[in-house]
């Protein structure tokens, strides 16, 4: 990329990728500590907001794709 183009969402998503990582890291942590102390409605909650977090991170990155080819 040269200086005068404008950063794609692409670059913006590959940059802050150790920050997606770090929170879908939580998300198992908290499902973990959630499952070992018997909390099902919590649990399923917080699988129900990884799932969808996963989803829109995935939806991002697909139209990038789509845009960056």
């Given at each position: 990329m040269g200086p005068?183009?404008?950063?794609?969402?692409?670059?913006?998503?590959?940059?802050?990728?150790?920050?997606?990582?770090?929170?879908?890291?939580?998300?198992?942590?908290?499902?973990e500590t959630l499952g070992a102390l018997k909390m099902e409605e919590p649990l399923f909650m917080t699988y129900a907001a990884k799932k969808s977090f996963a989803h829109n991170i995935m939806?991002?990155?697909?139209?990038?794709?789509?845009l960056k080819n």
């Open positions: 005068n183009q404008p950063m794609m969402l692409y670059d913006i998503v590959e940059d802050n990728l150790s920050l997606v990582s770090k929170i879908y890291q939580s998300f198992e942590a908290l499902e939806k991002t990155t697909n139209g990038v794709h789509r």
